[in-house]
């Protein structure tokens, strides 16, 4: 019985010994490196847009050109060439180079056509009074009126109307092509011809009295509102 308790005790330390060596030996050999999983590549991001600049018109000071529904009037534009500028109304009188002149709108007049080809004609008709408070004569041209649309298309006047569809005494109604003199008034209606069908007018017009062509600036400029 003594002999198997030593011989027990010796294998119990025999034992741990083992373990404690096997242990040692484990935990003292290097561990292989853990393997350690790569950094996912960025992703391609889009690029932030830029962010929206607000427009900002130039303003009239910067603008130097006669155009068309900008809002200016730079120097040296008139209302003949840039609806922008300043007109006088219809109804209004202006005064320039000694010749006092106002104009009104009286009608749109529908006439029959001169031919089979052409049903109607259509015409806007004007009244004009004219003075000349010069102590000189003045010439007056019923050819000097025009009209002028929104786009600047010029109407001349029309001397030669249907007046048997019209009016009868049309011929002594227009104003007269003439001299005047000191302090003389005369008055008449100028007929325009437009094209109501084919190209209706709209928007705001002028009617012109340029009493000296050659001379830019001279002209009388009215405006008006005119729907179709």
Known sequence: M?????????????????????????????????????????????????????????????????????????????????????ASELGETITSNGLKLQVTFLEERRCIGFSDNEDY?????????LKNTLNRSQFVSYPSFYLLDTMGAKYDPDPVLPHYTCRDNYQDLLLETKYIYPGQAISGEVWIEVDKEEDPLDGTLRIVYDPIPADTGEEFIFSFNYSN
């Open 121 to 129: 004609i259509y015409y806007l008709v004007f009244h004009a009074n």
């Open 2 to 86: 003594k002999l198997d308790y030593y011989s027990g005790t010796l294998l119990a330390l025999i034992l741990v010994v083992i373990l404690s060596v096997s242990y040692i030996l484990i935990t003292s050999t290097p561990q292989p490196p853990q393997s350690q999983e790569p950094e996912p590549a960025p992703q391609n991001q889009s690029p932030e847009p830029a962010p929206i600049q607000q427009y900002s018109p130039p303003s009239c000071d910067q603008i130097s050109s006669c155009t068309l529904g900008d809002g200016c009037c730079p120097a040296g534009c008139t209302a003949l060439i840039d609806y922008d500028c300043p």
